[in-house]
């Protein structure tokens, strides 16, 4: 089983549908949660940081962790093209080490 | 502005070259990161860097170096002994554990 372990896509939404990403993962040592937003030919932009379990919102966009499940998701409401990239899960463990996803492609149509 | 800048953004290799990548962070991040990204494959750690003139191996060092004589700074060298480079390559950085790392634009690597 893979560390971690992230739905493939591609997803496509119509323009104001709400989005949801997710991954799961199998080590419980793992402690703290960050969602990436990576546009075509740039590097990964933070978007959300979490280490809790429960939801953490930003704007129109929800990070859900739940660790009895080892489940993480993230939210986008009222989705717009603008958010047509590819989401990256990423999960550091104790010793300091980022475990990422392989990433979603989503589009979002006008 | 605050950021990671790394350089170029397109690299072409030759067969049996040496080639050096730039990462440069005005962030004063202690910590330095360098990611290969292949299709379909996710981020997989080449070097880190958690203080100045120190290092440890990733996941999949081999075949490349690096060095980190100052703080901001953190080049990446893939070897002729890597046999597959061509990927695009990111250097990121942080405060120190616990905190998000933020990442540069890439280096695209391609062989001739």
């Known amino acids: 089983q893979k560390e971690v372990e992230q739905d493939p896509g591609p997803l496509s939404v119509p323009e104001g549908a709400i989005v949801s990403l997710n991954c799961t993962y199998s080590?419980?040592?793992?402690?703290?949660f960050m969602w990436y937003r990576q546009y075509s030919r740039k590097g990964p932009e933070l978007l959300m940081y979490t280490y809790s379990s429960g939801n953490k919102e930003d704007g129109r966009f929800t990070a859900q962790v739940d660790k009895s499940s080892k489940y993480i998701s993230l939210f986008i409401r009222d989705s717009q093209p603008s958010d047509s990239a590819t989401y990256l899960c990423?999960?550091?463990?104790?010793?300091?080490?980022?475990?990422f996803g392989k990433g979603t492609l989503l589009t979002v149509n006008p | 502005d605050g950021g990671i800048t790394q350089s170029p953004k397109y690299l072409f290799r030759k067969e049996g070259q040496n080639v050096t990548l730039s990462c440069e962070q005005n962030?004063?991040?202690?910590?330095m990161y360098w990611y290969r990204q292949d299709p379909g494959q996710g981020l997989r750690l080449i070097y880190y860097?958690?203080?100045?003139?120190?290092?440890q191996k990733g996941d999949i060092a081999e075949g490349y170096s690096v060095s980190r004589e100052k703080k901001e700074s953190f080049p990446l060298t893939v070897t002729s002994a890597q046999k597959n480079p061509t990927a695009f390559y990111l250097c990121?950085?942080?405060?120190?554990?616990?905190?998000?790392?933020?990442f540069g634009d890439g280096t695209r690597l391609s062989i001739l």
């Open positions: 962030l004063n991040h202690d910590a």
């Open positions: 990121a950085s942080s405060s120190g554990g616990r905190q998000p790392q933020h």
């Open positions: 080590n419980s040592a793992f402690q703290y």
């Open positions: 990423a999960i550091e463990g104790s010793n300091y080490k980022l475990t």
């Open positions: 860097s958690q203080i100045v003139n120190d290092f």
